[in-house]
Antibody, heavy 123, light 111 residues
Framework: EVQLLESGGGLVQPGGSLRLSCAAS????????MSWVRQAPGKGLEWVSA????????YYADSVKGRFTISRDNSKNTLYLQMNSLRAEDTAVYYC????????????????WGQGTLVTVSS | NFMLTQPHSVSESPGKTVTISCTRS????????VQWYQQRPGSAPTTVIY?????PSGVPDRFSGSIDSSSNSASLTISGLKTEDEADYYC??????????FGGGTKLTVL
């Protein structure tokens, strides 16, 4: 059974940093691209970042480019999102989501999602 | 950049059929696959339709997806509505400049 378990969320001040983790199990982690997708309170879904199965290719939404860094440790079956220079508008539940192929291809979709971790940016 | 526009909410009675639309603002809806995700209250999203009209295993055939080039929109149709179908539904597509783009979501009420 595929499981994705996010952690690392919490309350952080504007300008602060936070690192999210997503522990994966139930599939060959290194064989699949992974993404982070966020959902602001009461709002819709927004794709944030994606990484290929090897970690060699990464992509970011314009809203987080230069501030967030996605990475993965395939030996630990874990996906990360390092978030720096956080802003109030980054407040959201952050989901990790699994792709269906190795590479980051836009025609791909997300077949499994974690339960999410809440990030609140506030002073 | 393009947007995907969905109705804010729809409602229908159990046993009936409901259709949720997703209109693409620019670029052809038929050029890039459309996915549909279901999000029940307090839960993570799950995929109900991928690649315009494909159902993942475990999704009942009451769920179907289609594309209409004339209106540049995609549709999710749920027949034989059940109370368990009550959820938010999001369409999603992409293009070379925008990676993954989601619609604003539609709240389905089954009453």
């Amino acid at each position: 059974e595929v499981q994705l378990l996010e952690s690392g969320g919490g309350l952080v001040q504007p300008g602060g940093s936070l690192r999210l983790s997503c522990a994966a199990s139930g599939f060959t982690f290194s064989s699949y691209a992974m993404s982070w997708v966020r959902q602001a309170p009461g709002k819709g879904l927004e794709w944030v970042s994606a990484i290929s199965g090897s970690g060699g290719s990464t992509y970011y939404a314009d809203s987080v480019k230069g501030r967030f860094t996605i990475s993965r440790d395939n030996s630990k079956n874990t996906l990360y999102l390092q978030m720096n220079s956080l802003r109030a508008e980054d407040t959201a539940v952050y989901y990790c989501a699994k792709g269906t192929i190795f590479g980051v291809v836009m025609s791909d979709y997300f077949d499994y999602w974690g339960q999410g971790t809440l990030v609140t940016v506030s002073s | 950049n393009f947007m995907l526009t969905q109705p804010h909410s729809v409602s229908e009675s159990p046993g009936k059929t409901v259709t949720i639309s997703c209109t693409r603002s620019s670029g052809s809806i038929a050029s890039n696959y459309v996915q549909w995700y279901q999000q029940r209250p307090g839960s993570a999203p799950t995929t109900v339709i991928y690649e315009d009209n494909q159902r993942p295993s475990g999704v009942p055939d009451r769920f179907s997806g289609s594309i209409d080039s004339s209106s540049n929109s995609a549709s999710l149709t749920i027949s034989g509505l059940k109370t368990e179908d009550e959820a938010d539904y999001y369409c999603q597509s992409y293009d070379s400049s925008n990676f993954w783009v989601f619609g604003g979501g539609t709240k389905l009420t089954v009453l």
